[in-house]
């Protein structure tokens, strides 16, 4: 799939992006484990969650075939999933290998989980080495790397673990082992991370305990059915607020976006560059806050990232470098690490793809340095990774000519129906099969 885009065109009218991605794989997880049906409304039918969506199915969970984002999930309880007849194919997701190592690691069978070519690169020695000090036996390829091949039958024992970095996806793999574990176990935070597991396990009547930058759950207890309304996705939410604030003329309202503290950190990256985001209608999904957005063209300077900011961000940056490319002026990153091993070094990725375009920009070790100035025409390779494909799209936008972006099939991992609700909002981009 190439994305094809021309410059040119103002962002007008209401918009509805997707579920969020992370808070429709918590909502299925804890639902299969969950005593009772779960209700879900919002789920996002993007191949990432969908592929969450058949582990457990293949585990012996019903759930419904998600019809306009509404599904229920007949929950099994903690100790009720069957052994899968094949390996778990996870596909692109992350999110599902790591989270569900820490739920498959106490079950009584055996489990393989895997993916594709692109997780296959991710690291995953960060979930099974403290998995493996709570007692469970995983297997690895050389380096940590996928297909992780979990043995059944482990006692799980709780452990108190520092996280090495800021990562909600460790933090949710061992909460989840907690469940099991026995004793209580803690996980304490460099910095804060999405804190959708611990409010998802709150509303499944799941006790979690806070201290600080602590947190912590008591093996043995159940989980309650309940019913959840998954927020609008603030991550795919973000290309079209990047959009609206470059190009002239634009005057957006996004609707139902989910403004988790945990998450927000692109509101306030903008809002220092001088964006006009106004937020208003502020209320609550069940354990989540929403509000609606409105976001209105306006000049956007450089500035150097407060350090407290990346980490709630950091599935945003890449729009985020697109903003700092139309901006005037120096914007400088660092602290961010993390970008090195998503879906892509997403680092490099967009560094090379904003040199394409003739802008000055100077990867790091844990950042990029990018000068704000005009964006030429050019060919860029998304290299797979769905996020470097919307943000380049974005970039279609004010760029000097015509912008292919190769390689992107995988946007339907996390924003089924992304070309369409571009369109509609008056960008000019199509997507052709290659």
Partial sequence: MQFNTKPGGALQ?????????????????????????????GFLEGEDSLATLQAFRAMGVTID??????????????????????????????????????????????????????????????VTEPLQQMGATIDTLAGGLPPLLIKGGATLRAIDYVLPVASAQIKSCLLLAGLYAEGTTRVTEPA????????????????????????SVTGGA?????????????????????????APGSDITLTDVGINPTRTGILHILE?????????????????????LRVRHAPLRG??????????????????????AAATGRTLLTGAEELRVKESDR???????????????????????????????GKIDSLGDHRIAMAFA????????????????????????????AQRAGMQINAVRT
Wanted: hydrophobic share 45%; aromatic share 4%.
């Fill in 222 to 246: 159940a989980l309650k059915a309940t019913a959840l309304k998954v927020p609008a996705d603030i991550s795919s939410a973000a290309f079209f607020i990047v959009a609206a604030s470059i």
């Fill in 347 to 377: 680092i490099a990725a967009m560094a090379t793809g904003l040199q394409t375009l003739g802008v000055d920009a100077s990867p790091r070790p844990d950042g990029i340095e990018i000068q704000g100035g005009k964006l030429g025409a």
């Fill in 394 to 421: 974005v970039a279609g936008l004010v760029a000097q000519g015509r912008v292919e972006i190769a390689d992107c099939a995988n946007v339907t991992t996390s924003f089924p129906g992304f070309v369409e609700l």
């Fill in 13 to 41: 009218g209401v918009l509805r992006v997707p579920g969020d991605k992370s808070i429709s794989h918590r909502a299925i997880m804890l639902g299969a484990l969950a005593n009772g049906t779960t209700q879900v409304e």
């Fill in 272 to 292: 220092l560059m001088g964006a006009n985001i106004e937020i208003f209608n502020k209320r609550e999904f069940g354990a989540e806050p929403v509000a609606d």
């Fill in 65 to 126: 075939d998600p019809q306009a984002g509404k599904l229920s999930v007949r929950g099994v309880g903690l100790h009720g999933l069957q052994a899968p007849a094949t390996p778990l194919d996870v596909g692109n997701s992350g999110t599902s290998m790591r989270l569900m190592a820490g739920l498959l690691a106490a079950q009584t069978f055996d489990s393989e989980l895997t993916g594709d070519s692109s997780l296959a690169r991710r690291p995953m020695a960060r």
């Fill in 192 to 215: 804060p991370t999405r804190d959708h597991s611990e409010r998802m396990l709150q509303a499944f009547c799941y006790p979690v305990g806070r201290s600080g930058a602590t947190i």
């Fill in 303 to 324: 500035i150097e990232i407060p350090l407290q900011y990346v980490p709630l961000a950091i599935d945003e940056f890449p729009s985020i470098f697109i903003a700092a």
